[in-house]
């Protein structure tokens, strides 16, 4: 089972229609196969830079795109959901079980309520999932309406995940205008998420770093 296999499979692919329409309708940000896409991608240069084997680049790469199908459930508990649903999928295929249940484990621990890095895999998917603040993830709506979610994700203009294995650290460059959303209201949403990050960096050797609009303030 490829990753190129696992972006086309229809039945994901319906788990992730029907997701996102539920979480549109509670007022999420969106999470469809954009974000899932841009989440397997930055895992996989982030083990990559960091010198895994190309077959754990392909394993996060799988748990990256699978990580939110169990949206389709319900957004409470997705991760979990999201574990059993996946390991359904793949029992189908010819992955080996030891491979399935590291894809398994990662997709279960993403969230930050109650998960957590234990190996590489899992410590990639959460520091590509958790950066993925931008503009383009608030949909189209009366701004008037946005919640603070929405309002932290739009005064995100710029974003940029950098991995450096040489210096064991990993940033997250943002460019955000302070006249939408306050620091304040940043971390209120995102302090949970970052420290995840920076439990997740050390899971690869690393330490994680947060720089906004040019200052350090992680």
């Not at 931008?134 to 203009?157: G, M, Y």
């Not at 995840?196 to 040019?214: D, E, Y």
């Amino acid at each position: 089972m490829r990753y190129e296999d696992i972006v086309r499979n229809e039945e994901i692919l319906e788990y992730y229609e029907r997701g996102n329409a539920i979480l549109d309708a509670l007022g999420y940000t969106d999470h469809s196969t954009i974000h899932t896409k841009l989440v397997a991608e930055n895992a996989a240069k982030i083990l990559e830079e960091f010198g895994h084997s190309s077959k754990e680049i392909e394993l996060v790469k799988i748990a990256g795109f699978m990580h939110d199908i169990g949206n389709a459930v319900n957004r409470h508990h997705h991760a979990e959901y999201g574990a059993l649903l996946a390991n359904e999928i793949l029992k189908e295929t010819d992955m080996k079980l030891k491979d399935r249940v590291r894809i398994v484990s990662a997709i279960a621990n993403h969230d930050e309520s109650d998960g957590v890095a234990a190996d590489p895999i899992s410590a990639a998917l959460i520091i590509a999932d958790k950066t993925d603040v931008r503009r383009s993830r608030v949909r189209e709506k009366d701004p008037i309406l946005f919640d603070v979610h929405d309002r932290v994700n739009h005064a995100v203009t710029g974003t940029r995940l950098r991995c450096g294995a040489e210096e064991k650290r990993i940033t997250l460059y943002l460019t955000v205008d302070e006249s939408i959303c306050t620091m304040y209201e940043y971390f209120d949403i995102f302090l949970d998420r970052m420290t995840m990050c920076s439990h997740a960096a050390r899971i690869l050797g690393a330490n994680f770093s947060l720089k906004v609009n040019g200052q350090k303030v992680l």
